[in-house]
């Protein structure tokens, strides 16, 4: 007889920690929605503990255990638990231009400190060298470093097209500092130096958080006798190997978004949409393209950081179900400002003195109170709660607008929480969903499991060798999948693109292949 089947999902908000059990046919068996906890590990045990006594489960019954965090978004927004890191650069004579850290405000210069350093390296964009790397150069970095960081990013000029001096440095360091966690450039970014760089500093700085949730996540299964491989969530809305998540934590930044849009997309069985993702404190708005998020394509800023690793394209809008709402003036403001998960002891409606959002769709009969908690008359005008919540729905409906391709009517999908404000219609949308199980559709995307991997390189491509170069690095592509965790069976391409560089000789390509397979 086969084994039973039963997906563990979990997903860690800032709010909530929101729980799933799907079955073998990925139904709901089991939801829960509990409060998040500063330990992070109290929440995650709170929800399994839940979960298994709804689903009338044993731990020993679950087969898959996948997590969503948050914590690396919220590290770095907030700047704390960081790890001590520094930088060396592998780019003189050639790059020494501009400095390591421009651009970084100084609230973070200040923060990381002064052992960022260039050292003799760096390709030519075809991978041809421009200078070699130096041992003794770079053991003399390593002295002044020994004891003062927690973490070492790598970057060197074009290492997307070559990293073998990125990996030769690596290698020369652990040799040196062997209890240091170590970050390559080539692995995290993409072309643009500075923006790659940037993006490698910010994954040293969260090596040491990605080992707390990942021991965290694994404490927690092991502490309800689940004994399978964790795996955990990252932003393109696929899955990754504990092994894979400890080296590459910032692969988890937006992971919450992309887990709501995998999740609408298999509670609808839609693959293209516009997915509204409400919380208590914003409306996170992606679009679903192919089943999956759709990539942003611009560099993106993340905690006041520009980088360039892949980021979902994804509008954050100040309304959620906690939002405030400021009518003290002539003008209405809403947020950015949130109540959060203290939602019902200072919103009006519950007996607080401040006004909400929920305030306003609970008065003007768009929303229901689910529980049997009394609610309290708002002493505020009618037409002023109409004006507020219209307010509200137009906001939505331009940042809906915002992530259209076109002015063609698309399928609005509302997920999280905080969607029961959300109205049926909104213009220039075909149809408004809102699922079953909208409420945790976070946790189940990535109670899914895919598992994938992703080649982002320039390469020349001579016309008469296309088929051949793009079947091998197709290849590439699908081995960096099976490293994360994929099963070498079914493993397919999900995502492809070849940008030609014109204002670069000898036939160069930017290209990017996504491969995805199930969980091994």
Request: net charge negative; with cysteine; glycine share 10%.
């Amino acid at each position: 007889m086969n084994k039973a089947v039963f997906r563990l999902g979990i997903d860690v908000g800032g709010t909530n920690t929101d729980g799933v059990i799907l079955d073998a046919s990925l139904n709901c068996i089991a939801k829960i929605k509990v409060p998040t906890t500063t330990d992070i590990y109290s929440g995650i045990d709170n929800a399994i503990t839940s979960l298994l006594t709804k689903s009338q489960l044993q731990g020993e019954q679950i087969t898959h255990a996948m997590l969503g965090t948050t914590q690396c978004t919220n590290a770095i927004v907030e700047k704390r638990g960081l790890d001590r890191v520094g930088l060396i650069r592998l780019a003189l004579p050639s790059g020494s231009a501009v400095p390591p850290l421009s651009g970084w405000s100084k609230s973070w210069q200040q923060l990381l400190g002064e052992h960022f350093y260039q050292a003799h390296g760096g390709y030519e964009y075809n991978g041809q060298l421009i200078a070699d790397i130096d041992k003794a150069e770079i053991q003399t970095l390593c002295e002044k470093m020994k004891g003062k960081v927690d973490s070492i990013a790598i970057s060197g000029v074009f290492s997307p097209v070559n990293g073998e001096q990125e990996i030769t440095v690596s290698t020369w360091i652990s040799e040196i500092l062997p209890d240091v966690n170590i970050s390559l450039s080539h692995k995290v970014g993409s072309l643009g130096m500075l923006e790659r760089e940037n993006a490698t500093i910010l994954n040293a700085l969260l090596r040491g958080i990605g080992s707390r949730f990942v021991q965290g996540f694994c404490d927690a299964l092991t502490n309800h006798r689940i004994h399978v491989t964790p795996y955990f969530g990252q932003n393109d809305g696929t899955l990754m190997s504990k092994e894979f998540a400890l080296l590459y934590p910032i692969l988890t930044v937006a992971c919450g978004p992309t887990n709501s849009i995998r999740g609408a997309s298999h509670l609808t069985k839609l693959s293209d949409a516009i997915i509204v993702d409400v919380g208590g404190t914003t409306s996170d708005i992606g679009a679903l393209s192919h089943g999956y998020p759709r990539e942003s394509c611009a560099a993106v800023e993340l905690g006041e950081v520009r980088t360039n690793f892949r980021m979902p394209d994804i509008l954050a809008l100040a309304i959620g179900g906690g939002t405030r709402v400021d009518i003290s003036s002539l003008d209405i403001v809403l947020g950015p400002e949130s109540v959060g998960h203290s939602l019902i002891s200072q919103a009006l409606s519950f007996g607080g003195d401040t006004l909400t959002l929920t305030d306003v769709a609970l008065a003007t009969g768009q929303m229901n109170w689910s529980d049997n908690t009394p609610l309290q008359p708002i002493n505020v005008d009618t037409n002023k709660l109409k004006q507020i919540y219209q307010l509200m729905v137009e906001r939505i409906e331009e940042g809906i607008d915002k992530m259209k391709t076109s002015s063609a009517q698309v399928p609005v999908i509302l997920v999280g929480g905080g969607s029961a404000l959300m109205p049926e219609k909104f213009m220039g949308v075909s149809e408004v969903i809102r699922p079953n199980h909208f409420e945790v559709a976070n946790a189940i995307g990535v109670a899914l499991g895919e598992i994938s991997g992703q080649l982002d390189k320039v390469v020349a491509i001579n016309p008469t060798q296309r088929t051949q170069i793009l079947t091998e690095l197709i290849e590439q592509a699908k081995n960096i999948a099976i490293d994360a965790g994929a099963s070498p069976i079914g493993i397919s391409v999900i995502e492809k693109s070849e940008i030609p560089l014109s204002y670069l000789p000898g036939n160069m390509v930017h290209v990017k292949i996504k491969a995805a397979g199930q969980i091994n």
